[in-house]
């Protein structure tokens, strides 16, 4: 049987349109899909780039594939709607309606998939949940072999809630390890991240917002002091460029942002659903 491609297209994080997608998609029992997530498609440019991936399927498969989009603006979504795909057009479907309805526009906001394809998938979500709490903050590293990711980055930088929600929506399993000034005295990666680079991911904040964030914890200690939070910031983003580790900076992102961003940088949505 030919599988047929159906891509999740969104310009934030593609949640909502994957949620709509999976419970169209679960009531028709025996099909199986190729399942793509192409998120931040936020222009024209980038949306042409992702028709033309499609048409490539389309030719390759011989199937017309399938997209289910919730994309706001209006030109980009136009680019969208003219590739040779079956389009399912949340924004208007659904909410259009209910604006005429109501007598307002929405206040568009990214769900959160809550659909399982199967039991199999539910089950890794709780593994992978019980991973992350186990791995928090280089508790335990004699497990790092397993892990998906291992976010690394200074504290209150955003890993454990990061780790959190990419194991509870992406079933991934993720470690984090807190660097401390004790692993910039070295010119070498910690030890116990030396053998798992390939995993490694590091998350960076402002030096003002991570002041603000200490601040709340640990009012007018050293470890909350502005030039503390400026030392550390700058060491740890020297590490990642010193040893090539791909890094975000978290001060304006959501915790939904980070994680999409990641899971498309690292492809982790292909490896865990294979």
Not at 19 to 39: I, Q, R
Not at 133 to 142: F, I, M, V
Not at 151 to 156: D, I, K, T
Not at 183 to 205: A, C
């Amino acid at each position: 049987m030919t599988t047929r491609s159906i891509y999740f297209i969104s310009d934030s994080t593609g949640i909502t349109a994957e949620t709509v997608g999976y419970s169209l998609l679960s009531h028709f029992d025996g099909l199986e899909f190729n399942e793509t997530v192409m998120s931040f498609i936020d222009t024209e440019t980038k949306a042409r780039n992702a028709v033309d991936r499609i048409a490539r399927d389309a030719r390759s498969s011989g199937l017309q594939p399938i997209i289910v989009e919730t994309i706001i603006d209006p030109k980009v979504r136009a680019v969208i709607h003219a590739s040779d795909a079956h389009v399912v057009d949340v924004i208007s479907t659904f909410l259009s309606p209910l604006e005429n309805l109501l007598g307002q526009p929405s206040n568009i906001r990214i769900g959160r998939p809550q659909v399982s394809a199967h039991q199999g998938r539910y089950q890794r979500r709780i593994d992978a949940m019980q991973f992350a709490l186990e791995n928090d903050d280089g508790r335990r590293t004699q497990h790092y072999d397993q892990a998906d990711i291992i976010l690394v980055g200074v504290s209150r930088s955003g890993k454990t809630p990061t780790s959190i929600y990419l194991a509870l929506q992406a079933n991934v399993y993720a470690a984090n390890y807190p660097l401390t000034m004790d692993d910039f005295d070295h010119p070498k990666l910690p030890p116990v991240l030396q053998s798992h680079r390939d995993k490694l991911y590091g998350l960076t904040i402002a030096p003002r917002r991570l002041h603000q964030i200490r601040h709340g914890r640990k009012a007018d200690s050293d470890y909350a002091s502005l030039r503390q939070c400026e030392d550390e910031v700058r060491m740890t983003e020297a590490l990642f460029r010193r040893f090539g580790i791909p890094f975000i900076d978290t001060t304006q992102l959501s915790i939904e942002e980070i994680s999409t961003r990641i899971l498309v940088d690292k492809r982790l949505r292909e490896r865990v659903r294979n």
